[in-house]
């Protein structure tokens, strides 16, 4: 038994048993990402697939309960070349974070400056996506650290700390008539956005759920007209006169959004909460801990390592 046979039967699952595809992903050949595979069930003495002739089609119940054992052992062979590291190269190597956009564009940038400085040899690459993406690349292993809304602490898998909560805002062109009401004193409703079209996030992006939920909950129609994964989009049709923009409050920068009126929506949609998550059993280099603690200061190692213990407990003691 080796590594690459595990790697070989964990990418037939995770590629949808696409032989094809799981040699460009380890870069073999496919006749030998069919050999490590039959050699280690032949080591076993079971069959892991289900086969149509040569085809791969499934897992066979054996291979259901031996899965996550592989996916043990590849975690740990992971976590050993880690700490190899860590003690061979400290202060050298590489951060990979999947974030969202709104975090990418508005919340990393103060940690990221101040981590580069303190560790100049870490090579850090940002990925995007949404928070199902971000959680997806942790899982698969692609990312050190995920960052993105509530939709992280789902996935068992994670270890999903809280960071900080934010709300949002409402954006207007200055003549419009949500800004007449502002500099009226006359409040803000959910009333009265449901009279003029809605430009805001795509589903399942910066709190759109809670976007939702608001209207829904007072069994109120809005029409979205447009709607796009980024803040910065959502400004520039609001700009064009598109429509009424719901967008993250941390996106808006009164230096770069002069053109508009911001108006504090925060009594009209619930409050959402950013958290940072780990994959559960991950080894973390000393320099990962730092950058967690440079992104979400009241996160320090032993409140980390205490969550990656004992998760049930993290959201009371954090």
């Given amino acids: 038994m080796n590594l690459q046979q595990l790697r070989s039967v964990r990418e037939a699952v995770r590629q949808g048993f696409n032989l094809t595809v799981v040699a460009e992903v380890l870069h073999t050949s496919q006749p030998g990402v069919s050999r490590q595979i039959r050699e280690l069930e032949e080591e076993i003495g079971i069959e892991l697939f289900v086969r149509a002739g040569k085809r791969l089609t499934g897992l066979t119940p054996p291979g259901e309960t031996v899965l996550p054992m592989i996916e043990r052992l590849l975690q740990e062979a992971h976590n050993i070349r880690c700490a190899g590291q860590e003690f061979a190269a400290q202060g050298k190597g590489t951060l990979t974070i999947a974030a969202t956009h709104s975090q990418a564009r508005y919340a990393l940038p103060p940690a990221v400056r101040d981590f580069s400085t303190r560790y100049p040899e870490v090579a850090l690459r940002l990925k995007q996506g949404s928070p199902q993406q971000v959680a997806e690349m942790l899982l698969a292993g692609e990312a050190d650290i995920g960052v993105a809304t509530e939709a992280l602490a789902s996935f ?70 447009l709607s796009a994964m980024d803040a910065d989009v959502i400004k520039t049709y609001v700009g064009l006169g598109m429509g009424v923009g719901i967008i993250a409050a941390i996106a808006c920068d009164e230096e770069r959004d002069k053109d508009l009126v911001v108006l504090d929506a925060r009594h009209l949609f619930a409050t959402n909460m950013t958290r940072l998550a780990v994959r559960r059993g991950t080894f973390l280099r000393g320099f990962v801990f730092d950058f967690i603690h440079c992104f979400a200061p009241p996160l320090n190692r032993q409140q980390v390592e205490r969550a990656m213990a004992d998760t049930a407990t993290a959201d009371a003691e954090l």
């Fill in 156 to 225: 068992p898998e994670l270890v999903a700390l809280p960071c900080y909560q934010w709300t949002h805002a409402v954006i207007v062109p200055p003549k419009h008539p949500l800004a007449q009401d502002a500099a009226q004193g006359l409040p803000l409703t959910l009333e009265r956005l449901t009279q003029f079209p809605i430009v805001t996030y795509e589903p399942g992006y910066t709190g759109r759920s809670h976007i939702d939920e608001a209207f829904q909950r007072r069994h109120l129609k809005f029409d979205v007209v």
